[in-house]
């Protein structure tokens, strides 16, 4: 059984685990894993409680799925969330490739038209092995992706792409669908084509950064819409800290100046109460009504127990409100000691 207390999706009757395990790094992200180590680290997770899993297509592609099902098969007791949105093709060589050192001999083809979609999401089922897939979301539309050729592409998306996902929910083949991207703008904007259940948001609802408090946040309140959690630690700066000799990555490149500066001030006051700063960066963004799940990326056995012990740190009411004292967050962020005075 799950560890970890649970949290409807929207207006769903799926519910998940408050913290869930981020597949990314089973596709070889960065760095070769094994098979052995891979099975090793999911068998792992599983007698640790976690059962949320979140994969997708890009992940090594087409590795981290065929890994994460081969972990998951015969059993019932589980969350599985995958993503469409590229296609894989067959590319005739196995190298390193947008970051994933994987072994598959494909590459991607992005393509978010119903066709494409309906096509990913049996192809994910195929390489799973499995016969369900819970939530899905539509990967890395947007900008930030995509640059320019994010107008001709998201149009596809909200019309042909959001109605091939919108069968699949209203036909039972999925519980859920939302986007899964790395900038909250876009999840906003398709708000207004789409009736989403909820959002994989990477980085952008942090202890870091809280922009996404002005207008998206209110209007997931308002839509009933759940945000998960992926990128915590804002591609590994709030785990590693600054104090070191660096070099340190923010949000997928080297920190900037201003990040690097005010980590180090989250930094010391972590160290003055003698607490880690990854498990105030894992426990900060669940404090949100409408956060329901944060899944950090996952790539080593030694982690898991870490991860666990780092969401179930004990961190003062007080911590919370020096961080709003000093104006390291924001002061209208909610945290974990308003969820305890309510």
């Not at 999706?9 to 070889?28: H, V």
């Amino acid at each position: 059984m799950s560890s970890f207390d649970r949290h409807r999706i929207g207006n769903t009757d799926l519910a998940i685990d408050e913290l869930g395990f981020g597949c990314a790094s089973l596709g070889n992200l960065y760095h070769a894993v094994s098979d052995a180590d891979a099975t090793d680290i999911l068998t792992t997770a599983w007698s640790g409680g976690f059962r949320y899993f979140d994969t997708a297509p890009h992940y090594g592609q087409g590795l981290s799925e065929r890994r994460v099902g081969d972990a998951l098969r015969g059993s019932n007791d589980y969350i599985l969330s995958t993503k469409v949105g590229r296609l894989l093709r067959p590319a005739g060589y196995a190298a390193e490739r947008h970051a994933f050192v994987s072994p598959m001999p494909f590459d991607i083809e992005y393509d978010y038209s119903y066709d494409g979609v309906m096509r990913s999401f049996e192809d994910s089922l195929q390489r799973l092995g499995l016969d369900r897939i819970d939530i899905l979301y539509m990967h890395d539309i947007g900008p930030v992706t995509h640059g320019d050729d994010n107008d001709r592409l998201f149009p596809v998306a909200m019309k042909g792409g959001y109605q091939a996902m919108d069968e699949l929910r209203q036909s039972g083949r999925v519980s859920a669908i939302g986007l899964g991207v790395n900038e909250y703008q876009v999840c906003e904007q398709a708000m207004e084509y789409g009736d989403w259940d909820c959002f994989l948001l990477a980085g952008r609802y942090t202890l870091l950064e809280q922009e996404s408090l002005d207008t998206f946040l209110p209007k997931c309140i308002d839509r009933n819409c759940s945000i998960i959690i992926g990128g915590a630690y804002n591609s590994g700066i709030l785990a590693t800290g600054v104090s070191g000799k660096g070099p340190w990555n923010y949000d997928y490149g080297p920190a900037p100046e201003d990040v690097v500066k005010k980590v180090a001030a989250i930094e010391s006051l972590c160290g003055e109460f003698d607490i880690p700063m990854a498990a105030a960066a894992l426990q900060f963004p669940l404090a949100h009504p409408v956060v329901a799940s944060v899944i950090p990326g996952i790539g080593k056995v030694s982690r898991i127990d870490q991860t666990l012990n780092l969401f179930a740190t004990e961190i003062p009411d007080e911590f919370w409100s020096a961080l709003s004292e000093r104006g390291l967050i924001r002061e209208d962020a909610p945290t974990p000691a308003d969820s305890r005075g309510e």
